[in-house]
């Protein structure tokens, strides 16, 4: 599409826009508590932290009296099986509290199932034979719970920016992806596609320490446009194949946000003197 339909989109939404940079651009650290067995527990809460101080909150595994509403995740380490029924407490209050928990299961091999640890989903579950191994696993684990919100753990978490930036785009494009299978009118996602993309691209800024302000929105128009015109791709796809139709939408929107979404992350990575890992 063109430059004056890119330009007038970003013109149509600057309020919406301006709402998400200032939000991104406001936001602190996520806060980001750990417990459990204390031997491994130290080394992986210090590679979690690695530099941050203060990065990991590290909680009495045994204490009953938990408030954890201020915390974005909760990360516990387990070393021996069955799961000690004493322990359970602060599990319970995660779960009632809506923080997501990450369960590390070390050296205990076979002996556990991923469904079985309490109130901790089977895909929140890492089985490992060295704590500080599983550290990346962790933070992607907390990154997907956190959805649009990951950016605060790569805030958190300086060191860790690239697996969460990767977690933010694996989001918006599966969103995307979504939106676009289920529009049923001609053009009616365009608008919501385009601007969870722009979301996208201003939480990547800000897991990448960049931060954006208004004299930049010229550079959204640009990401605009290149939404408008995998759109219409799709659209001319769905003319020609009306029974696959929604498929190949919901396949462009998914594939284009992923490439709009890497374009920017190489971008904010050279502003930020990041090496690009390739991955």
Not at 249 to 275: C, M, P, Q, W
Request: aromatic share 4%.
């Amino acid at each position: 599409m063109s430059t004056s339909l890119s330009a007038g989109f970003a013109l149509r939404h600057a309020r919406q826009i301006q709402a998400m940079l200032d939000e991104v651009n406001s936001e602190p650290p996520a806060r980001i508590a750990a417990a459990g067995a204390a031997e491994p527990l130290a080394p992986l809460a210090r590679a979690l932290a690695g530099d941050t101080e203060g990065a990991i909150t590290v909680l009495d595994w045994g204490e009953r009296d938990f408030s954890l509403d201020a915390y974005m995740a909760l990360v516990v380490v387990i070393d021996s099986w069955p799961v000690d029924r004493s322990n359970v407490g602060l599990l319970r209050a995660a779960e009632r509290a809506g923080v997501p928990i990450v369960a590390v299961l070390v050296g205990i091999g076979q002996a556990a199932r991923r469904d079985e640890v309490p109130y901790v989903l089977a895909t929140d579950v890492i089985v490992t034979d060295v704590a500080a191994d599983a550290a990346v696993r962790v933070v992607e684990r907390i990154a997907a719970r956190a959805k649009g919100d990951a950016y605060r753990v790569a805030r958190a978490l300086p060191h860790f920016a690239e697996p969460v930036s990767k977690a933010i785009i694996r989001h918006y494009s599966r969103l995307n992806g979504l939106v676009g299978a289920a529009a049923i009118i001609p053009g009616a996602d365009l608008p919501v596609l385009t601007i969870n993309q722009l979301r996208m691209v201003t939480r990547l800024a800000g897991a990448q320490g960049i931060e954006l302000d208004a004299k930049r929105l010229a550079e959204f128009a640009v990401v605009v446009g290149a939404s408008l015109g995998l759109r219409g791709v799709a659209r001319t796809a769905l003319g020609l194949l009306p029974g696959p139709g929604r498929a190949i939408k919901g396949g462009v929107a998914l594939s284009g946000t992923t490439a709009i979404g890497e374009a920017a992350l190489r971008r904010f990575r050279a502003e930020s003197g990041a090496v690009d890992a390739g991955c």
